[in-house]
């Protein structure tokens, strides 16, 4: 009989679509678990793609100019770091906002009613708290950085704000998530810099345009549910034109990441070396294979086809570290 009660106490202590065997249900105190839900730490894909961009940036920006004993063409350890601790700490604390301003609509949907809010094994003053926490390990790590990347960081804020409110009134909420997980592009670069350039402008409208594709294939997961509870997406506008609309975002992304590489240079043999274009291309190739795989009746497809788009973060940033090593190793000499 014990048994049996603590395997319904662990099935009512989890989240309906988050893995059961992750590392929070392992090792962490059961009075944790609802934390860790609602700050996601149990589906590290979302920090990932928080992240990406940012490394992108961060890996692009020393290849502005020319590799030399000042700017190696390499990224900052330190900083990479910084952004990784940052964009697990952030995703934490927007999601749990998410769901402290989505908890009605939560408890409509399958996919979430399991939630810690709406399941009831968190009440909204200790979300807010918990919020409060994580942001201020974000707050702490933007410090770390120069003046101008704090009030860019600052900045964003606002566009983090509005994004939960947009799925009841336009059909473009993705397009919000996009601007508020790209930002990273536009602090990886001048958390090197302390000012932006059209290189980091590129990489973020790139990141936006490749935001919305991938959040695409996961929304299709929920239309139904959403389609009842008045919840619009992108997945909903498009429907079952979501492979077109996909070829041309994940065009669009490729061409505008290339426009991005190509004017990082500045007439002395910066800008990133042939091994950045090549990562681009792989990068090509495996959103191609989400396209051509994708069926959007099949939730547990999308969920996988969605999550594989950390391995094109990892494509493009491999890319980039090569092409610097590359410039290390042959460097161009000026006449």
């Given at each position: ?18 893995p ?6 392992r090792?962490l ?24 961009p ?27 770091f ?11 604390a ?37 919020l409060?926490?994580?942001a ?20 964003s ?17 993705q ?9 990273g ?6 958390g ?6 059209p290189?980091?402008?590129?990489l ?38 979501t ?17 991005a ?25 495996q959103?191609?294979?989400?396209i ?22 990892w ?21």
């Amino acid at each position: 009989m014990s048994n049996l009660k603590t395997g319904l106490a662990d099935r009512t202590d989890r989240v309906a679509d988050a893995p059961s065997d992750n590392w929070v249900y392992r090792t962490l105190p059961r009075g944790v678990w609802p934390y860790a839900q609602l700050a996601r730490w149990d589906r590290p894909i979302g920090w990932q793609l928080l992240l990406w961009p940012c490394w992108w940036a961060a890996a692009l920006a020393p290849q502005a100019v020319a590799p030399s004993s000042v700017h190696l063409g390499l990224p900052s350890l330190w900083q990479l770091f910084l952004f990784l601790v940052g964009a697990i700490a952030m995703r934490g604390a927007g999601c749990t906002y998410n769901d402290l301003v989505d908890q009605k609509i939560d408890d409509m949907v399958a996919r979430t009613r399991s939630r810690p809010l709406p399941s009831g094994r968190v009440s909204r003053s200790q979300a807010k708290m918990f919020l409060v926490a994580q942001a201020l390990v974000g707050f702490l790590v933007l410090i770390q950085f120069n003046v101008f990347s704090v009030l860019l960081g600052i900045a964003s804020l606002g566009v983090v704000a509005i994004y939960p409110f947009l799925k009841r009134f336009t059909d473009w909420p993705q397009l919000g998530l996009g601007f508020a997980f790209s930002w990273g592009a536009l602090m990886g670069w001048a958390g090197y810099w302390g000012e932006l350039a059209p290189g980091a402008l590129l990489l973020y409208a790139g990141s936006i345009l490749w935001t919305i594709g991938y959040d695409t294939i996961y929304a299709h997961q929920d239309k139904e549910d959403d389609a009842l509870v008045g919840v619009r997406s992108t997945a909903r506008l498009f429907g079952s034109r979501t492979k077109p609309a996909l070829v041309v975002l994940y065009a669009a992304t490729i061409g505008l990441f290339l426009a991005a590489f190509a004017t990082t240079g500045n007439g002395m043999g910066g800008g990133p070396a042939w091994p950045a274009y090549a990562g681009l291309a792989i990068g090509a190739a495996q959103m191609g294979w989400q396209i051509r795989t994708l069926d959007i009746d099949d939730p547990d497809q999308c969920l996988k086809l969605f999550k594989s788009n950390t391995l094109f973060g990892w494509i493009v940033f491999f890319g980039l570290i090569f092409s610097a090593l590359w410039a290390l190793s042959f460097p161009v000499t000026g006449g």
